[in-house]
């Protein structure tokens, strides 16, 4: 199992990315996928998940009505939409599959 995330940048407060993972040596959709994030100095924490085979979504707070995680089985990659961006956003994004982890993007938002 191998997952790569891309995708993060540098960004002004209210703006967006979106950020992409690709997996290899596995089906995407055929597991429960998800999104962790870890600021500088605090734990790593959850954002968001999408559920295998019915892709059924949930959010973290600090993410309902501006992230949105999606899949695309074609490309066997996960990806999360980030609007309305803040800069307590501002961390390394992680995409995650049962044990497996990405090397991560970081997420800047910032004027």
């Known amino acids: 199992v191998q997952l790569v995330e891309s995708g993060g940048g540098l960004v002004q407060p209210g703006g967006s990315l979106r950020l992409s993972c690709t997996g290899s040596?596995?089906?995407?959709?055929?597991?429960?996928m998800a999104w962790f994030r870890q600021a500088p100095g605090k734990n790593r924490e959850w954002v968001a998940s999408?559920?295998?085979?019915?892709?059924?979504?949930a959010y973290a707070d600090s993410a309902k009505g501006r992230f949105t995680v999606s899949r695309d089985g074609a490309k066997n990659a996960l990806y999360l939409k980030m609007n309305n961006l803040k800069p307590e956003d501002t961390a390394v994004y992680y995409c995650?599959?049962?044990?497996?982890w990405g090397q991560g993007t970081q997420v800047t938002v910032s004027s």
């Open positions: 040596g596995f089906t995407i959709s055929a597991y429960d």
């Open positions: 995650k599959v049962l044990d497996s």
């Open positions: 999408i559920g295998k085979f019915t892709g059924l979504t």
